[in-house]
């Protein structure tokens, strides 16, 4: 079974800074699929980045990037020039390649951008 | 990505009755997906719904407390049955996009007196 943890349960930023979040994850799987959701105060799960295991490359978007470390497993976000509206709870999560496709959690880091 | 719609968006229910959740893709999906995030909480699947077959469920989840239907490829209900305040939760349902994603409808919120 895959564990996905979120070691910051909370954390701030001010506007227009840069923040990293934390994720560390647990497999024995090869083939995987990474992945952050953020989910603001209207409850609504939005992607924010994807990152296959296979492809050392690490993924970006826009300012959201992250640090992909197969051999560690280590998957952080790092947003950049943070906006209020990046205010939200963040989900690292989990998916083997080739299953039945379900996710695997984290329990989240709430994420406030200070104006 | 899918455009995906779920009814009722919040719901009030008394002890001891039910509620159906409907979830809605704008696009046909394989496997349709219910999820259940309790106050606070992290999101953990409750059961995978495949079209023309029972639901799977994961551990702890059972379909007598959580029966699923999935007439077709588009259209998905939960049933939270028998409900206790322990039930009281945001439902989500989420279908598979391309490249192995998968995207969440805007959830249930649900409140058990």
């Known amino acids: 079974a895959q564990t996905v943890t979120q070691s910051q349960p909370e954390m701030s930023v001010q506007e227009a800074e840069t923040v990293t979040l934390s994720c560390t994850y647990d497999?024995?799987?090869?083939?995987?699929?990474l992945f952050w959701y953020k989910q603001p105060p209207s409850r609504q799960m939005i992607l924010v980045i994807r990152?296959?295991?296979?492809?050392?490359q690490n993924a970006t978007e826009n300012r959201f990037s992250v640090n992909f470390q197969k051999a560690a497993k280590s998957f952080s976000l790092k947003i950049s020039d943070s906006q209020l509206g990046d205010t939200a709870m963040y989900f690292c999560?989990?998916?083997?390649?080739?299953?039945?496709?379900?996710?695997?959690f984290g329990s989240g880091t709430q994420l406030t951008v200070l104006p | 990505s899918a455009v995906i719609s779920q009814k009722p968006s919040r719901d009030i229910c008394q002890r001891g009755t039910s509620l159906t959740i409907q979830c809605q893709v704008d696009?046909?999906?394989?496997?349709m997906f219910w999820y259940r995030q309790q106050p606070g909480q992290s999101l953990t699947l409750i059961a995978t719904?495949?079209?023309?077959?029972?639901?799977?469920?994961e551990s702890g989840f059972v379909i007598d407390k959580f029966p699923i239907s999935r007439p077709n490829l588009t259209f998905s209900t939960l049933t939270v049955s028998n409900m206790s305040p322990e039930d009281s939760s945001i439902y989500l349902c989420?279908?598979?996009?391309?490249?192995?994603?998968?995207?969440f409808g805007p959830g249930t919120r649900l409140l058990v007196l």
């Open positions: 989420s279908v598979n996009g391309g490249e192995e994603t998968q995207y």
């Open positions: 497999t024995s799987e090869n083939n995987y699929y």
């Open positions: 990152q296959e295991a296979y492809k050392q």
């Open positions: 999560a989990f998916m083997k390649r080739g299953s039945a496709r379900q996710l695997t």
């Open positions: 696009s046909q999906v394989t496997m």
């Open positions: 719904a495949n079209q023309g077959s029972e639901a799977t469920y």
